[in-house]
């Protein structure tokens, strides 16, 4: 084939593309859950009644929002939530809180510039007569207003405030301070939990839900600090959940030096637990680990995602089943975190001294399905759970240097809500794949794949220019841990650059049963140059 006509099939395999790409079935979730144009880090997650359909349920997602682009978090709080039944379909709720006005409803700052938010937490309150109240804690860190407290009688707001000051209209009472978590226990008492560097526990005033209570004290250091003596090690994130009879304290951990095989970090989630709320506490373990750790070909701990950051989140049971909810870094500084979740399996032995026993969530990018994906539906390459490059990726407070492959954030705007999950709207593309950069999908569900038809994958991606293959691998991205390569794609320096749709047939794909890794493994003669930025993704049958 000359050049010419090279050049005339590729200009109509990008039209055709396009066109897919416009008409795409719309893919509902996996990790990220939400829509990935979404930035919603810090989420604590709740079951609530469904006030507009009394008896139904659904789980409400609360978080900080990364809308400033140039610093943590913005000036606004929202809420997604989703049927408890059907935790693929996530639906905005809105902004649910701004903090502006202060107790005259005069602005509090200049311009009527909202407060910064950080990492909120909300609890139900219900009284004698059954009705709830929501109480959200949305964690200003300006003026003198870090014990912020507003109410509501509905799970998605709008919340108002409710513990301002009576000396100062500008300031509020309430002992709560960074990265708040409250919880009601069951006989009604109420307690609290903060702290950065330094762990905070108290029971609250149920009159107030801010202030401790009359006759008791806070505690300091409820568990040790990164530089305290101790296993624990807190750093941030207070999150507290209770199950059966015991208190689960869930939090951001800053793991040791050389902790796994790498450098401290805390990017990584841990609970302890206790038998009363505000301890002493049994160290449990890590919950999730984002710098999704693993191991080479030649079986060495390595990194295969972002390799620092922060997260914050904590654990809930939906419909029998336990995850763990957190988020991830993207891009290269930590100001564009997005939400994501693993299934988890917990333990408890009920009684005085009993354990609780909770397995480590894996980094993948299937979100709520745990059965693995589909691989005849269309996700965007920004559901990868695995990137690296010819050398670690490393972390600099606040940037990330990769390189090889990493995610790369997108936005939008408000019509992004139109429809959310559409791929128009819904992609982070996998850019800088560099000549040994793999980039990684766990897990495909391979029994869904017609056994009595060969398979192709349909690659859409933007040539950069750079010659160079794509290698297909199922189960490993070497052949020395079992990997099996099902096809390959040669790119040509003289590819026109725009997205395309590239066709990779996988015979071999069908002879694989169950959830698979799916593997893209680079390679050039052209060093630290990308070879194509990857859009998205598909199974087909030939």
């Given at each position: 084939m000359n050049k010419k006509n090279y050049s005339i099939r590729t200009i109509v395999l990008a039209l055709l593309g396009a066109l897919s790409w416009f008409q795409a079935d719309v893919v509902l979730a996996a990790n990220p859950y939400l829509p990935?144009?979404?930035?919603?880090?810090?989420?604590?997650?709740?079951?609530?009644?469904?006030?507009?359909?009394?008896?139904?349920?659904?789980?409400?997602?609360?978080?900080?929002?990364?809308?400033?682009?140039?610093?943590?978090?913005?000036?606004?709080?929202?809420?997604?939530?989703?049927?408890?039944?059907?935790?693929?379909?996530?639906?905005?709720?809105?902004?649910?809180?701004?903090?502006?006005?202060?107790?005259?409803?005069?602005?509090?700052?200049?311009?009527?510039?909202?407060?910064?938010?950080?990492?909120?937490?909300?609890?139900?309150?219900?009284?004698?007569?059954?009705?709830?109240?929501?109480?959200?804690?949305?964690?200003?860190?300006?003026?003198?207003?870090?014990?912020?407290?507003?109410?509501?009688?509905?799970?998605?707001?709008?919340?108002?405030?409710?513990?301002?000051?009576?000396?100062?209209?500008?300031?509020?009472?309430?002992?709560?301070?960074?990265d708040p978590a409250v919880m009601v226990d069951d006989d009604g008492r109420v307690y609290g939990y903060w702290g950065f560097e330094e762990s905070w526990g108290a029971e609250l005033d149920p009159a107030t839900m801010a202030t401790v209570k009359p006759g008791t004290q806070p505690v300091k250091d409820m568990v040790s600090s990164r530089k305290q003596d101790g296993v624990f090690r807190f750093f941030e994130a207070s999150s507290i959940r209770k199950i059966k009879d015991k208190y689960v304290f869930v939090y951001s951990r800053w793991t040791a030096e050389g902790e796994f095989g790498f450098p401290g970090t805390n990017y990584t989630l841990a609970y302890a637990y206790s038998d009363n709320p505000l301890g002493p506490f049994t160290y449990g373990g890590t919950l999730i680990d984002g710098r999704g750790r693993d191991v080479d070909a030649d079986g060495k701990p390595i990194l295969t995602a972002t390799p620092g950051g922060n997260t914050h989140g904590s654990i809930i049971e939906i419909n029998g089943h336990w995850y763990v909810f957190y988020h991830r870094q993207c891009g290269t500084n930590e100001y564009a975190r997005q939400a994501m979740v693993a299934p988890i399996e917990v333990k408890v032995t009920e009684g005085a001294g009993g354990k609780v026993e909770i397995t480590e969530g894996e980094y993948t990018s299937e979100g709520f399905e745990t059965d693995g994906l589909n691989p005849y539906k269309r996700y965007s390459a920004g559901i990868a759970c695995y990137y690296t490059g010819p050398r670690p990726a490393y972390h600099e407070w606040p940037n990330f240097y990769f390189s090889g492959s990493y995610v790369q954030p997108t936005y939008g705007d408000a019509t992004n809500f139109d429809d959310p999950y559409n791929l128009r709207v819904n992609s982070n593309p996998v850019v800088n794949n560099t000549a040994g950069s793999i980039v990684g999908y766990k897990y495909f569900n391979f029994d869904l794949l017609d056994p009595d038809k060969d398979a192709e994958l349909l690659l859409s991606l933007k040539p950069l220019g750079v010659e160079g293959t794509i290698d297909v691998m199922v189960g490993s991205p070497w052949t020395s841990r079992g990997g099996v390569k099902v096809g390959t794609l040669r790119l040509s320096k003289d590819a026109p650059q725009q997205i395309a749709e590239m066709r990779i047939s996988v015979s071999k794909a069908k002879e694989f049963k169950g959830k698979q890794a799916l593997f893209f493994v680079f390679s050039s003669p052209t060093a630290d140059r990308s070879l194509c930025e990857l859009h998205n993704l598909v199974f087909a049958k030939r």
């Open positions: 990935l144009w979404e930035y919603i880090p810090d989420g604590e997650p709740y079951v609530f009644e469904d006030p507009d359909h009394p008896g139904k349920y659904r789980v409400y997602v609360y978080g900080s929002h990364d809308s400033m682009k140039t610093e943590y978090c913005g000036r606004e709080q929202v809420v997604w939530s989703a049927p408890v039944d059907d935790l693929n379909n996530w639906r905005y709720d809105g902004i649910i809180f701004e903090s502006k006005t202060d107790a005259r409803g005069e602005w509090l700052n200049a311009g009527g510039v909202g407060d910064v938010l950080y990492a909120p937490d909300v609890v139900e309150v219900k009284d004698k007569n059954g009705k709830k109240t929501y109480y959200l804690y949305p964690n200003n860190q300006a003026g003198g207003r870090n014990g912020m407290v507003a109410k509501a009688d509905r799970p998605d707001g709008p919340f108002r405030v409710c513990n301002w000051s009576k000396e100062s209209p500008k300031a509020t009472t309430g002992v709560l301070a960074f």
